[in-house]
């Protein structure tokens, strides 16, 4: 390896790590922005009453079904 050799760094690497230089407080904002819609307790009541309230679906969904 030359002395003056230097790892690759792609485009995209490159534009974030500018994009981190011109704006330190974009990390703080992603996370905040994350736990508006991700990072929430789950009320697990409210999800079983969701599983228990669901109706089968059939293989056909158009198909009406004969008696």
């Known amino acids: 390896m030359p002395l003056l050799w230097k790892p690759y760094r792609s485009d995209v690497t490159q534009f974030i790590g500018e994009l981190k230089a011109r704006k330190p407080t974009l990390e703080t904002e992603q ?3 994350r736990a508006l819609l991700w990072d929430r307790a789950l009320d ?9 309230a669901k109706v ?8 009406t079904k004969r008696k």
Not at 44 to 52: K, L, S
Not at 56 to 63: D, E, F, H, L, N
Request: hydrophobic share 35%; charged share 25%.
């Open 56 to 63: 089968p679906q059939q293989a056909y969904v158009y198909q």
């Open 44 to 52: 697990r009541d409210a999800q079983a009453a969701w599983r228990e």
């Open 31 to 33: 996370r905040a922005g």
